[in-house]
Nanobody, 126 residues
Framework: QLQLVESGGGLVQPGGSLRLSCAASGFTLNYYTIAWFRQAPGKEREGVSCISSRNDNTYYPDSVKGRFTISRDNAKNTVYLQMNSLKPEDTAVYYC???????????????????WGQGTQVTVSS
C-alpha cells in the first residue's frame, strides 16, 4: 500500500522554526516529484514548495521564498520542509503529495499529484 505520513507539526511562536517530515512507504520517492501544500480554514489549498525527481530542483512561491526549504533524503525515503521565520499567516494544515515523473522541473498544481498524506497542523501564535 502506497502511503505518505507527515509529522513535525505543532505550535510555535512567530519567528520560530519547525521541520516537517514526509515519510513514504510502499514506494520509492526517488522517482517522484514531491510537494508540500497547505490549507488554512476558509482558504484555498496553496502549494508552498516542490522538489523534482531529477536534480532535486526546487520551487517556492513568493509567500515562503527565503523562509522555507524543501529537501529529500532518499536513503530514508523521506522529504522534509524546513520552515523558518514563521508568521501567523503560515498557520494551516500542511500536506505532502507525490506523483511519479522523471523530470528536472516541479510544479505546484495540486491536480498533478495523486498520492497525499493525511496532513499535520502547524499553528503560529504567541
Amino acid at each position: 500500500q502506497l502511503q505518505l505520513v507527515e509529522s513535525g507539526g505543532g505550535l510555535v511562536q512567530p519567528g520560530g522554526s519547525l521541520r516537517l517530515s514526509c515519510a513514504a512507504s510502499g514506494f520509492t520517492l526517488n522517482y517522484y516529484t514531491i510537494a508540500w501544500f497547505r490549507q488554512a480554514p476558509g482558504k484555498e489549498r496553496e502549494g508552498v514548495s516542490c522538489i523534482s525527481s531529477r536534480n532535486d530542483n526546487t520551487y517556492y512561491p513568493d509567500s515562503v521564498k527565503g523562509r522555507f526549504t524543501i529537501s529529500r533524503d532518499n536513503a530514508k525515503n523521506t522529504v522534509y520542509l524546513q520552515m523558518n521565520s514563521l508568521k501567523p499567516e503560515d498557520t494551516a494544515v500542511y500536506y505532502c503529495a507525490a506523483y511519479r515523473i522523471v523530470s528536472r522541473l516541479c510544479v505546484l498544481s495540486g491536480t498533478q499529484y495523486n498520492y497525499w498524506g493525511q496532513g499535520t497542523q502547524v499553528t503560529v501564535s504567541s
